[in-house]
């Protein structure tokens, strides 16, 4: 749980303005922490500018406190322990109890002032990707800034100088801090609350790991081969659904901190891509889209309108990205008999299972793994097996849900005579000889 002591409330420094921002800074803000691995409810907020605040798939947002006219937030770059999902946890490091970070969520012209405490084993710092700082606050160590060494607090003080959407990560050994999993969102609101509104607001971060089986760190020094595809480090059935209610205006925000580009996909609807990590997008440059391909380092966001009730795929379009732990060296044994391929490697390994000649379905296999390893294809659905994993979850539009409640629906309740059945061919014809009618006796062909 999160503590929010102290945080959202203005009596107690109401005068601070008046003090320089070094002596404010010097009253170091409480840091919430977070053990649960589930969306939480939005933080709506209680005085300033009004906004749909967003909902962040198996994530949070940092509650700040307000000192003066400065927003305050306290981020704890920590080593923490996040579950992947139900029977994986691996150890990576993050913020404030998480893999990734709280999502920060302020207003356009906003002050805000972020503090950054370092109990990582070596130094950090945080860049503010996509926003526009003073130079001194961009987080890149030894450029802009001294590294934050390990047990001190650094402060970044910046204006939100726009609205949109952008992430935050270190630029302090980048290839290990980012592959263990440092990284988070940012949301800044318009501050006009008319500007493009919508009903629900979802936000998360796509990220990679390589974990072998049956261990509990990633290798960091993988470059390309990876075998852990997560959204908000969760992959399925371990990534949060997105509730939805029939006729929301719902606006999907998705950062890529991978190391590969990812096309998402979303079924039953088409979107428009309506922001990226530079600014919003003109209303006269949007095209409808299925699909939007979401570049490294880049943010993409997608507005769309939910008028088609059901459970909606939503997922990256590259197939092995919709997997766990997959292992890219096995053989292709498709049209090899297992019987045969069976039978030979059982001398030489007798607890083995031949698999794989007539495709990799697993979704009714049950096969011994190494501990805190997940299948690469699991989850079921109310019709069978689901066979995905990686980064893969579903849309739920119903007509039932209220405004605010982003509880899991359930399984969608088909109408009669709208899902697919399977039907009865007709009898096979007899068999005829080749070029029609057959001879007749004693006439020479």
């Given amino acids: 749980m999160y503590s929010r002591r102290g945080f959202l409330g203005t009596a107690a420094l109401a005068s601070a303005s008046a003090i320089s921002g070094r002596v404010q800074a010097a009253s170091i803000p409480e840091a919430p922490t977070m053990d649960k691995v589930v969306m939480q409810p939005p933080l709506h907020p209680i005085s300033g500018p009004d906004y749909r605040p967003v909902v962040t798939l198996n994530g949070w947002s940092l509650p700040f406190r307000m000192n003066g006219d400065w927003k305050e937030f306290h981020l704890v770059a920590e080593p923490v322990v996040r579950e992947f999902a139900e029977g994986m946890k691996v150890n990576l490091w993050g913020y404030n109890g998480q893999s990734p970070g709280p999502t920060i969520e302020a207003v356009e012209g906003d002050k805000v002032r972020i503090f950054v405490t370092n109990k990582l084993p070596e130094y ?74 919508v009903d629900r607001d979802y936000v998360f971060v796509m990220s990679t790991y390589r974990v072998d089986p ?73 095209i409808p889209e299925t699909t939007t391909d979401v570049p490294v380092g880049a943010v993409r966001v997608f507005d769309v309108l939910a008028d088609n009730p059901g459970d909606w795929a939503f997922h990256c379009h590259k197939s092995h990205h919709t997997m766990n732990a997959m292992g890219h060296e096995v053989r292709t044994l498709i049209g090899v008999s297992r019987k045969d391929l069976a039978k030979a490697v059982g001398k030489l390994a007798p607890d ?94």
């Fill in 124 to 197: 950090t710092t945080v860049h503010w990707h996509g926003m526009i700082v003073p130079s001194g606050m961009d987080g890149v160590g030894g450029l802009n800034q001294p590294h934050i060494d390990p047990g001190k607090t650094f402060v970044y003080e910046f204006e939100m100088k726009k609205s949109g959407t952008f992430m935050y990560h270190p630029h302090s050994d980048e290839m290990v801090q980012m592959a263990m999993g440092m990284m988070g969102m940012v949301v800044v609101h318009p501050r006009d609350p008319n500007f493009r509104p």
């Fill in 214 to 286: 049956g261990s509990y760190l990633p290798r960091v020094n993988e470059m390309t081969d990876f075998n852990m595809w997560t959204w908000n480090s969760r992959v399925f059935p371990g990534i949060d659904p997105l509730p939805v209610r029939l006729g929301d205006k719902v606006r999907v925000r998705i950062g890529n901190l991978s190391m590969t580009n990812h096309p998402i996909h979303l079924h039953g609807h088409s979107f428009a891509v309506t922001c990226t990590d530079g600014g919003w997008i003109p209303e006269s440059a949007q």
């Fill in 352 to 445: 083995s299972m031949a698999m794989g000649s007539t495709g990799m379905a697993m979704g009714n296999m049950e096969m011994p793994a190494p501990d805190n390893t997940l299948p690469m294809m699991t989850g079921t659905g109310q019709f069978g097996p689901i066979e995905m994993g990686g980064m893969f979850t579903v849309m739920k539009i119903r007509e039932d849900l209220a405004r605010d409640d982003y509880r899991d629906p359930g399984p969608y309740k088909f109408p009669q005579g709208t899902v697919a059945y399977e039907v009865t061919p007709p009898a096979a014809e007899p068999a005829r000889q080749q070029g029609g009618t057959p001879p007749m006796k004693n006439m020479k062909m």
